[in-house]
């Protein structure tokens, strides 16, 4: 049997060296692999280069790692929920690549796939296929680094940008249950970019909620298998946050 468990987050996570491009699990503060983000933190790494739909909060999630200004750039889709973020990229301390969100998605499960990239309609026409999208600002305000064009294709008819997959060296994925074999089953809305950063990294590590034995999961319920899946770290009653609460006036407190 391959037992793929490590005993602690901060061993899963140990061999982890400052440069590393990163995938990581999650959508906002849903799903993601909080214990392992910790580690991370705790490790001292830095230098990262991190791929995920957004980096967190001010105060949770990769938030933690850009306040202690361990991420060098940022592959993302959605950033608005992060003030320093917006402060590090606008002053030129950050380098972010913004991509469509179903692109973002895409390049992640194409890099799980074997396949180095793919067209796709979204952003023909815009600085996304054209080129010039600022990437990294200079600390006077112009632009230091921009974006390159982009090969653009014409397939019946309709026109369509490549784009090329995403193989991170490394992923940290949450999942509700993992077995040993690195088995995992996501809960409701981590389903999000959880399984396809977890299809990305060339090592992939998992924090679990529940972990069970070989056998204890219904392999037709199994959302990631462990094929993709290299470490696994117990993470039971982690920390989860929700961005913004929203109560309807007048409902019981």
């Known amino acids: 049997m391959i037992d793929k468990t490590v005993a602690t987050a901060a061993e899963?996570?140990?061999?982890?060296?400052?440069?590393?491009?990163?995938?990581?699990?999650?959508?906002?503060?849903?799903?993601?692999?909080s214990a392992l983000i910790r580690a991370l933190l705790?490790?001292?790494?830095?230098?990262?280069?991190?791929?995920?739909?957004?980096?967190?909060?001010?105060?949770?999630?990769?938030?933690?790692?850009?306040?202690e200004h361990r991420i060098r750039k940022m592959v993302s889709s959605y950033v608005g929920e992060n003030k320093e973020f917006a402060r590090q990229f606008l002053s030129g301390e950050l380098e972010v690549e913004l991509t469509p969100q179903g692109?973002?998605?895409?390049?992640?499960?194409?890099?799980?796939?074997?396949?180095?990239?793919?067209?796709?309609?979204a952003g023909v026409g815009t600085q996304i296929a054209t080129g010039g999208l600022p990437r990294r600002?200079?600390?006077d305000g112009s632009v230091a680094v921009a974006s390159e064009p982009k090969e653009v294709r014409t397939f019946d008819g309709a026109e369509y940008v490549l784009e090329e997959s995403l193989r991170p060296e490394f992923a940290l994925v949450h999942a509700a249950k993992?077995?040993?074999?690195g088995n995992l089953v996501f809960h409701a809305a981590a389903m999000n970019f959880?399984?396809?950063?977890?299809?990305?990294?060339?090592?992939?590590?998992?924090?679990?909620?529940?972990?069970?034995?070989?056998?204890?999961?219904?392999p037709?319920?199994?959302h990631c298998p462990g094929i993709f899946v290299q470490r696994v770290v117990a993470a039971p009653g982690v920390e989860k946050r929700i961005e913004r609460r929203t109560v309807a006036e007048g409902s019981a407190r």
């Open 12 to 33: 899963a996570v140990a061999d982890i060296p400052d440069g590393s491009t990163l995938a990581v699990g999650g959508f906002g503060l849903c799903g993601i692999p």
């Open 103 to 121: 692109t973002l998605a895409e390049k992640l499960r194409a890099g799980g796939a074997g396949i180095p990239a793919f067209f796709t309609p």
């Open 137 to 139: 600002y200079a600390p």
């Open 178 to 181: 993992g077995d040993r074999h």
């Open 42 to 67: 705790d490790a001292g790494t830095t230098d990262l280069e991190v791929v995920s739909n957004n980096c967190g909060v001010d105060d949770w999630g990769l938030g933690l790692l850009l306040a």
């Open 220 to 222: 037709g319920q199994v």
């Open 194 to 218: 959880n399984p396809l950063a977890a299809m990305a990294g060339r090592i992939t590590i998992a924090e679990v909620e529940e972990l069970v034995e070989p056998g204890e999961l219904d």
